[in-house]
């Protein structure tokens, strides 16, 4: 197989980079880490949901709440559509389940942070180059 250029390879990270934001565990999926794939999807996931159960979505709040934000907007960019919904203020939560579920969904974003560095560290080390080729974790 040829050796990529430099850009070509610079794109790979990108994409690889992009798809691991937008869906967790999707960049893992593409450098074939199927089974990190699914646990990372299945994890990031349940854990934002958790947060979003325990404190409604009103703890995805832009405007009053917008560190919370920053690290909630790293767990998808689909996070971004639910703090337009909520900016109209009529989704409130109060006490301490908008807290506990701030903290949630913001370590949801964190993680899928830490997973989109694993994913684009593993491309760039050269995983998922060869097509066809199956690696297990």
């Not at 430099?6 to 794109?11: A, E, F, M, P, V």
């Not at 450098?31 to 159960?53: C, D, M």
């Amino acid at each position: 197989m040829p050796k990529q250029s430099k850009i070509d390879h610079g794109i790979f990270l990108l994409v690889v980079a992009v798809l691991a934001w937008t869906v967790p565990g999707a960049g893992h999926l593409v450098i074939k880490e199927r089974k990190r794939a699914v646990i990372i999807f299945v994890t990031i996931t349940l854990t934002f949901i958790t947060g979003l159960y325990i404190g409604s979505v009103g703890v995805i709040d832009p405007v009053g709440a917008w560190p919370w934000y920053i690290g909630q907007m790293m767990a998808s960019p689909a996070v971004g559509v639910l703090g337009q919904i909520t900016r109209t203020g009529h989704y409130t939560s109060y006490g301490k389940p908008a807290d506990i579920g701030q903290i949630y969904t913001c370590i949801a974003g964190l993680l899928n942070l830490l997973c989109v560095i694993s994913a684009v560290y593993m491309a760039y080390a050269g995983r998922g180059e060869i097509i066809g080729e199956d690696e297990d974790v």
